[in-house]
């Protein structure tokens, strides 16, 4: 192969090169995108299955209890499921891939992708595209808010484990991630632009885009009925456009 190689000339080795290259990534590639739909159907067939139970539920009864089994499973998903997926896709300003693992995702682009792939009825493209403030506005009610500017973080994770255990949408000055407050520590769950970046999950305390933001702002989406009350019933969440 090297001797066919050094025949050819330059610019015809390096057309080579690269056919050779999409030839052994396009099977790799495929395989993700066909295990990914795979685990996608898997998550609509019990989504499907909960907003059918509610949409014919014939009693307030009924609706709570299925209310109290749909919590766990859109965050089950999201946090055991979608995330794990996720983790370890680079990230790009302009990265809006659908598929785990396979091209480049912003930071919006991550959040609306992970909650239009657990059920949300969200505008994908359109959500990813706004500011952190209005991304958490156009998912929660200001009740579920809280902004911090110049806030320490050592008071500003205090007052996360205050907040108790959940799941919450966290933007910053220029970045929005997911955040979890589980047993007393608080985590961040983005794709990071920072130079070791990507798709991870970092502690708040020690994520440097988190630190470095003079301004914060969290909307909880787990014990959130009105949340909940879209999911189930498909109704679309609009996207909010002005602060």
């Known amino acids: 192969m090297k001797r066919f190689y050094r025949a050819l000339p330059k610019r015809q080795c390096q057309i080579w090169y690269i056919c ?3 030839l ?16 996608l159907q898997e998550i609509n067939l019990k989504e499907t299955e909960l907003k059918r139970n509610f ?3 014939i009693s307030e009864r009924e609706r709570e209890h299925i209310r109290n089994k749909a919590y766990p499973h859109i965050f089950y998903t999201i946090e055991q499921i979608l995330f794990e997926e996720w983790y370890g896709t680079a990230w790009d300003f302009y990265g809006t891939t659908e598929i785990p693992k396979t091209g480049k995702i912003a930071c919006g682009y991550f959040v609306s992708t992970v909650l239009r792939d657990a059920g949300f009825p969200i505008e994908r493209r359109k959500l990813a595209q706004q500011s952190s403030e209005n991304i958490i506005k156009t998912l929660v009610e200001d009740k579920y808010i809280s902004r911090y500017s110049n806030t320490a973080i050592e008071a500003f994770e205090q007052d996360l ?3 108790g255990d959940g799941f919450y949408i966290l933007g910053l000055d220029t970045h929005v991630g997911f955040l979890r407050v589980l047993n007393g520590k608080a985590f961040i769950i ?10 991870k999950r970092e502690w708040v305390g020690k994520s440097d885009v988190v630190v470095k933001s003079k301004y914060r702002v969290l909307g909880k989406i787990s ?3 009105e949340l909940l009350e879209k999911w189930l019933v498909d109704k679309l969440i609009k996207t909010k456009t002005k602060s």
């Open 161 to 163: 484990v205050q907040q």
């Open 24 to 39: 052994t990534l396009a099977p790799a590639c495929t395989d993700v995108e066909e295990r990914y739909s795979g685990v």
């Open 190 to 199: 983005h794709s990071s632009y920072s130079w070791w970046g990507g798709v």
């Open 20 to 22: 050779i290259l999409l």
């Open 55 to 57: 949409k014919s539920a």
């Open 223 to 225: 014990d959130n009925d």
